[in-house]
């Protein structure tokens, strides 16, 4: 019987770990419906940081953007990166390309965005979908 009570206290420790490293690699989706905080960002991050290489339409038809290779995406047509890959870009970057990460530690001080804004942002990028 404790061999019993010990396989299942080892069985459900190990359960609870798998679900805690499956799901502590995951972004948390931002609430895309909270208007002000998308707005915020919008003013905040995305016009003074992201305008300038992504366009104001999102397009990827900022002025920054003339001679890029590659180009910065067009959002208007959609995306077919997850959130969680989108997120990753914006805090990391995106290996040979010129769009840098933006969390602290990697952009340049003062230009950091939170994870927060961060989340907000993929709403911003979403939201530019014709």
């Keep these: 019987m404790k061999r019993l009570k ?16 499956l799901t502590t690699g995951l972004a948390v989706a931002a609430d895309c419906d ?3 905080a998308v707005k915020t960002v919008q003013k905040k991050v995305y016009k003074k940081s992201c305008k300038k290489c992504h366009g104001s339409k999102g ?17 208007t047509a ?35 965005v939170s994870e927060d804004e961060a989340h907000t942002l993929v709403c911003i990028v979403h939201g530019f979908k014709k």
């Design 78 to 112: 959609g995306t077919e990166k997850s959130d969680d890959d989108l997120y990753q870009i914006i805090m990391e970057g995106s290996k040979d390309t010129e769009m840098k990460g933006w969390k602290a530690g990697v952009a340049k001080a003062g230009k950091e």
């Design 6 to 21: 010990k396989s299942i206290n080892i069985a459900a420790a190990i359960a609870v770990a798998l679900t805690m490293g």
């Design 34 to 36: 909270d208007e002000d």
């Design 59 to 75: 397009n990827g038809k900022g002025p920054g953007a003339k001679g890029m290779d590659p180009a910065p995406p067009d959002w």
